[in-house]
T-cell receptor, first 114, second 115 residues
Framework: DAMVIQNPRYQVTQFGKPVTLSCSQTLNHNVMYWYQQKSSQAPKLLFHYYDKDFNNEADTPDNFQSRRPNTSFCFLDIRSPGLGDAAMYLC?????????????FGPGTRLTVL | AQKVTQAQTEISVVEKEDVTLDCVYETRDTTYYLFWYKQPPSGELVFLIRRNSFDEQNEISGRYSWNFQKSTSSFNFTITASQVVDSAVYFCALSEALDDYKLSFGAGTTVTVRA
């Protein structure tokens, strides 16, 4: 089945220790998104790629970076995680970055910062 | 300003009861899209429906139905004869033409269906 895969499902890191979360998709979609979802809150868009074009949200901290080496994979790098970065990180894809295209989400990676 | 408001934080029902989730949105665009997503305890957001601003027809899919009313800027979601498997957080979201890649989510409504 075509899908969005996120690894790992659970990640524990130490305060200040860089961490990378990965996302892959078999849908061959042009757009990949990263969302942060804190407990009992709505998902918040961090950035997205349209093909190789990176689009950062204005309020995304510099501590968060992303890479998309090819169509299938996208990575979220947190350079120096703080306690406030503990959250669920959701990856999503869509065929195009037009509103009529629904986004397909992966199962998420739950990040714990010690 | 909040673009999507889901006033109900939590709803608890007994199995087989109907439950309606309210969603009120705010936009100045004439072209926009509305979505409902389900987030079960496993965490994955599951797409349920998309509706564009020019299509006010209500929709029914099995036990799910949606009522879109532009006059009140509402896009409500009803689960008929609820089941335990319907227990989840439900998010309403808006995508506007000016920022049409961006989903603005409501705060979500947690639905608990008790056996």
């Amino acid at each position: 089945d075509a899908m969005v895969i996120q690894n790992p499902r659970y990640q524990v890191t130490q305060f200040g220790k860089p961490v990378t979360l990965s996302c892959s998709q078999t849908l061959n979609h042009n757009v990949m998104y990263w969302y942060q979802q804190k407990s009992s809150q709505a998902p918040k868009l961090l950035f997205h790629y349209y093909d190789k074009d990176f689009n950062n949200e204005a309020d995304t901290p510099d501590n968060f970076q992303s890479r998309r080496p090819n169509t299938s994979f996208c990575f979220l790098d947190i350079r120096s995680p703080g306690l406030g970065d503990a959250a669920m990180y959701l990856c999503a894809t869509s065929r195009e970055d037009r509103g009529l295209n629904e986004q397909f989400f992966g199962p998420g990676t739950r990040l714990t910062v010690l | 300003a909040q673009k999507v408001t889901q006033a109900q934080t939590e709803i608890s029902v007994v199995e087989k009861e109907d439950v309606t989730l309210d969603c009120v949105y705010e936009t100045r665009d004439t072209t926009y899209y509305l979505f409902w997503y389900k987030q079960p305890p496993s965490g994955e957001l599951v797409f349920l429906i998309r509706r564009n601003s020019f299509d006010e027809q209500n929709e029914i899919s099995g036990r799910y139905s949606w009522n879109f009313q532009k006059s009140t800027s509402s896009f409500n979601f009803t689960i008929t004869a609820s089941q335990v498997v319907d227990s989840a957080v439900y998010f309403c979201a808006l995508s506007e033409a000016l920022d049409d890649y961006k989903l603005s989510f409501g705060a979500g409504t947690t639905v608990t269906v008790r056996a």
